[in-house]
Protein backbone atom coordinates (compact mmCIF):
# COMPACT_ATOMS: atom_id res chain seq x y z
CA UNK A 1 0.00 0.00 0.00
CA UNK A 2 1.68 3.61 -0.86
CA UNK A 3 1.73 5.70 2.37
CA UNK A 4 -0.75 8.02 0.70
CA UNK A 5 -3.18 5.18 0.52
CA UNK A 6 -2.79 5.08 4.62
CA UNK A 7 -3.09 8.75 4.26
CA UNK A 8 -6.46 8.59 2.56
CA UNK A 9 -7.58 5.16 4.44
CA UNK A 10 -7.32 7.38 8.23
CA UNK A 11 -8.72 10.69 6.58
CA UNK A 12 -11.86 9.09 4.74
CA UNK A 13 -12.17 5.78 6.45
CA UNK A 14 -12.58 7.75 9.77
CA UNK A 15 -13.93 4.37 12.30
CA UNK A 16 -14.14 6.98 15.45
CA UNK A 17 -17.26 8.68 13.19
CA UNK A 18 -18.57 5.20 12.62
CA UNK A 19 -21.96 4.61 14.46
CA UNK A 20 -23.94 2.84 12.38
CA UNK A 21 -23.36 -1.23 13.44
CA UNK A 22 -24.20 -2.07 9.66
CA UNK A 23 -21.36 -0.21 8.77
CA UNK A 24 -18.99 -1.24 10.68
CA UNK A 25 -19.87 -4.75 10.13
CA UNK A 26 -19.03 -4.24 6.58
CA UNK A 27 -15.84 -2.27 6.81
CA UNK A 28 -14.85 -5.13 9.68
CA UNK A 29 -16.00 -7.85 6.60
CA UNK A 30 -13.10 -5.42 4.19
CA UNK A 31 -10.52 -5.47 6.88
CA UNK A 32 -10.54 -9.50 6.86
CA UNK A 33 -10.44 -9.61 2.88
CA UNK A 34 -7.61 -6.68 3.51
CA UNK A 35 -6.04 -8.52 6.00
CA UNK A 36 -5.40 -11.55 3.36
CA UNK A 37 -4.30 -9.63 0.86
CA UNK A 38 -1.47 -7.63 2.82
CA UNK A 39 2.24 -7.43 3.12
CA UNK A 40 3.27 -7.60 6.60
CA UNK A 41 3.63 -3.83 7.74
CA UNK A 42 -0.13 -3.60 5.74
CA UNK A 43 -1.31 -7.03 7.89
CA UNK A 44 -0.61 -5.12 10.82
CA UNK A 45 -2.47 -1.54 9.60
CA UNK A 46 -5.44 -3.67 9.02
CA UNK A 47 -5.59 -5.92 11.94
CA UNK A 48 -5.11 -2.82 13.95
CA UNK A 49 -7.93 -1.42 12.32
CA UNK A 50 -10.36 -4.71 12.68
CA UNK A 51 -9.29 -5.00 16.36
CA UNK A 52 -10.65 -0.88 16.38
CA UNK A 53 -13.49 -1.74 14.74
CA UNK A 54 -14.80 -4.77 16.78
CA UNK A 55 -14.28 -2.65 20.01
CA UNK A 56 -15.93 0.16 18.01
CA UNK A 57 -19.08 -2.42 17.44
CA UNK A 58 -18.73 -3.84 20.87
CA UNK A 59 -19.51 -0.42 22.48
CA UNK A 60 -22.07 0.50 20.65
CA UNK A 61 -23.97 -2.47 21.14
CA UNK A 62 -23.60 -2.32 24.84
CA UNK A 63 -24.22 1.08 25.06
CA UNK A 64 -28.16 0.37 23.44
CA UNK A 65 -28.25 -3.08 25.23
CA UNK A 66 -27.89 -0.83 28.57
CA UNK A 67 -29.61 2.29 28.13
CA UNK A 68 -26.53 4.43 27.65
CA UNK A 69 -27.79 5.16 23.57
CA UNK A 70 -31.58 5.23 23.29
CA UNK A 71 -32.64 3.58 20.35
CA UNK A 72 -33.67 7.44 19.36
CA UNK A 73 -30.30 8.86 20.51
CA UNK A 74 -28.90 5.84 18.39
CA UNK A 75 -31.48 7.22 14.95
CA UNK A 76 -30.52 10.86 15.60
CA UNK A 77 -26.85 9.21 15.46
CA UNK A 78 -27.45 7.48 12.24
CA UNK A 79 -28.86 10.43 10.64
CA UNK A 80 -26.05 13.09 11.66
CA UNK A 81 -23.42 10.29 10.15
CA UNK A 82 -24.97 9.46 6.76
CA UNK A 83 -25.50 13.38 6.37
CA UNK A 84 -21.61 13.81 7.27
CA UNK A 85 -20.82 10.56 4.89
CA UNK A 86 -22.87 12.35 2.15
CA UNK A 87 -21.15 15.72 2.71
CA UNK A 88 -17.40 13.99 2.52
CA UNK A 89 -18.53 11.82 -0.55
CA UNK A 90 -19.24 15.78 -2.27
CA UNK A 91 -16.41 17.11 -0.78
CA UNK A 92 -13.37 18.19 -2.95
CA UNK A 93 -11.19 15.49 -1.63
CA UNK A 94 -13.38 12.53 -2.81
CA UNK A 95 -14.60 14.42 -6.05
CA UNK A 96 -10.72 14.59 -6.77
CA UNK A 97 -10.47 10.86 -6.96
CA UNK A 98 -12.89 10.20 -8.81
CA UNK A 99 -16.51 8.27 -8.40
CA UNK A 100 -15.28 4.77 -9.39
CA UNK A 101 -12.19 5.42 -6.89
CA UNK A 102 -12.21 2.29 -4.42
CA UNK A 103 -12.43 5.04 -1.82
CA UNK A 104 -15.40 7.02 -3.34
CA UNK A 105 -17.48 3.52 -3.41
CA UNK A 106 -16.42 2.63 0.44
CA UNK A 107 -17.95 6.36 0.97
CA UNK A 108 -21.02 5.43 -0.98
CA UNK A 109 -21.75 1.81 0.42
CA UNK A 110 -21.79 3.00 4.27
CA UNK A 111 -24.09 5.87 3.09
CA UNK A 112 -26.29 3.22 1.47
CA UNK A 113 -26.22 1.01 4.67
CA UNK A 114 -26.74 3.76 7.12
CA UNK A 115 -30.12 4.44 4.77
CA UNK A 116 -31.18 0.99 5.02
CA UNK A 117 -30.51 0.92 8.67
CA UNK A 118 -32.28 4.17 8.93
CA UNK A 119 -35.18 2.79 6.99
CA UNK A 120 -35.23 -0.45 8.91
CA UNK A 121 -35.77 1.60 12.18
CA UNK A 122 -38.20 3.68 10.92
CA UNK A 123 -40.72 1.41 9.62
CA UNK A 124 -39.97 -2.01 10.82
CA UNK A 125 -41.03 -5.07 9.53
CA UNK A 126 -43.71 -7.26 11.31
CA UNK A 127 -42.66 -10.85 11.02
CA UNK A 128 -45.49 -12.30 9.45
CA UNK A 129 -47.02 -14.78 11.42
CA UNK A 130 -47.91 -17.84 9.04
CA UNK A 131 -51.54 -18.16 9.85
CA UNK A 132 -52.88 -22.14 9.10
CA UNK A 133 -54.82 -22.71 5.60
CA UNK A 134 -55.73 -26.28 6.83
CA UNK A 135 -55.85 -28.15 9.51
CA UNK A 136 -52.50 -29.17 11.49
CA UNK A 137 -52.23 -32.68 10.25
CA UNK A 138 -52.72 -35.03 12.49
CA UNK A 139 -50.42 -37.21 14.20
CA UNK A 140 -50.78 -41.20 13.00
CA UNK A 141 -52.40 -42.20 16.49
CA UNK A 142 -55.10 -39.53 16.00
CA UNK A 143 -56.45 -40.09 12.53
CA UNK A 144 -56.57 -44.21 13.77
CA UNK A 145 -58.85 -42.85 16.42
CA UNK A 146 -60.37 -40.55 14.14
CA UNK A 147 -61.22 -42.91 11.42
CA UNK A 148 -62.40 -46.02 13.72
CA UNK A 149 -66.31 -46.44 13.60
CA UNK A 150 -67.56 -44.73 16.64
CA UNK A 151 -70.19 -46.83 18.99
CA UNK A 152 -73.68 -45.29 19.48
CA UNK A 153 -74.86 -45.59 22.73
CA UNK A 154 -78.40 -45.70 23.77
Known amino acids: MAEDDIELEEELHDLDTMCAVSVIEAEMELMQTLIKRADNHERDFYKDKLGNLEFQKNTIESNVQIGIITPQRYLLNLKKYQADQEALYASARVSKLGKTNKHAIRILKRIDLTKLEINDMENPQEEEEEAPT ?21
Open 134 to 154: QAPPQKEEEKKVDQAPRKETT
